[in-house]
Structure formats: C-alpha cells, structure tokens
C-alpha cells in the first residue's frame, strides 16, 4: 500500500492525462475510497442534486423537465 504522500502524488500524475490505464484507474477509485474523498463528493452531489430537484418542481411539467429529473437521479444513483 502507498503511503498518504505516494498516494497523493499518484493521483496527481493522474490529472491531466489523457489515458489512463484500468488498473490506475482502479488504484486512484481505491485511494479515493481509503480517504473518504468519495462518500464526501458523493454527499456534496447529493445536496446540489436535491437543490436541483427542489428548483425542478417549480418548472410546469414537461418532457424536458422529466428527462432532467432522470438525469438527476442517475447522477446520484450511479455505482463509483
């Protein structure tokens, strides 16, 4: 396992680049997970995504206005 600087610096070689393989992938979605960084992101879309929703059903309906409430759902829902 890499240490937090390691780790830091591994995902920071990540950004920027514009093919990453599935295995670092899968490193940076495990280091990601390790440090909470993903239940914190996940919690944030969370709170815009209910904002999203609560402005949504100001809007008279629409099919435009389903398809971003499914939009907002799958956002949330969606498997890291």
């Known amino acids: 396992k890499l240490s937090n600087?390691?780790?830091n610096d591994f995902i920071h070689s990540l950004l920027g680049t514009e093919s990453i393989s599935e295995s670092d992938l899968l490193q940076a979605r495990q280091i990601?997970?390790?440090c909470g960084a993903l239940e914190t992101i996940q919690a944030k879309a969370q709170?815009?995504?209910d904002i999203?929703?609560?402005n949504l059903q100001k809007l008279p309906?629409?099919?435009a206005k389903?398809?971003?409430a499914e939009l907002?759902?799958?956002m949330?829902?969606?498997n890291f």
């Open 66 to 68: 389903e398809r971003l």
């Open 5 to 7: 600087s390691d780790q």
């Open 52 to 54: 999203a929703q609560l």
């Open 72 to 74: 907002a759902e799958f």
């Open 32 to 34: 990601m997970r390790d």
């Open 47 to 49: 709170h815009y995504i």
């Open 76 to 78: 949330i829902k969606r």
């Open 61 to 63: 309906n629409s099919p």
